[in-house]
């Protein structure tokens, strides 16, 4: 009976989820995006925007936020940064390779 109960409260009353780990699925969210053709602007729009709000969030520039929340968006946001560097670098080498079996040809 009382698991009953603990079950029910924890479907009304999930726990929260924190900043940081809904930062880390947006950056999964739009790592997917921008694998789609034909969008690439758009999404790039969205993300410098989303970018641009979690950093002034990371910079302290945000007074509702505590030092906990600042904390987890700097981590988050170094996260971030470090995924784009990862795809960039994957991105260049296939275009490089690309290039280099045309001039093979």
Request: hydrophobic letters at 45%; glycine letters at 6%.
């Amino acid at each position: 009976m009382n698991a009953e109960i603990v079950r029910a409260l924890e479907i009304a009353f999930p726990e929260p989820v924190s900043v940081g780990a809904r930062l880390a699925d947006l950056g999964v969210l739009f790592s997917a995006l921008r694998k789609m053709r034909g969008y690439d602007a758009a999404v790039e729009a969205i993300t410098d925007e989303i970018l641009d709000i979690i950093t002034s969030g990371a910079d302290g520039r945000d007074p509702s936020l505590g030092d906990e929340a600042i904390s987890e968006l700097q981590k988050a946001l170094l996260k971030w940064n470090g995924q784009r560097e990862v795809e960039a670098a994957a991105h260049k080498r296939i275009v490089d390779e690309k290039y280099k079996s045309l001039e093979s040809e």
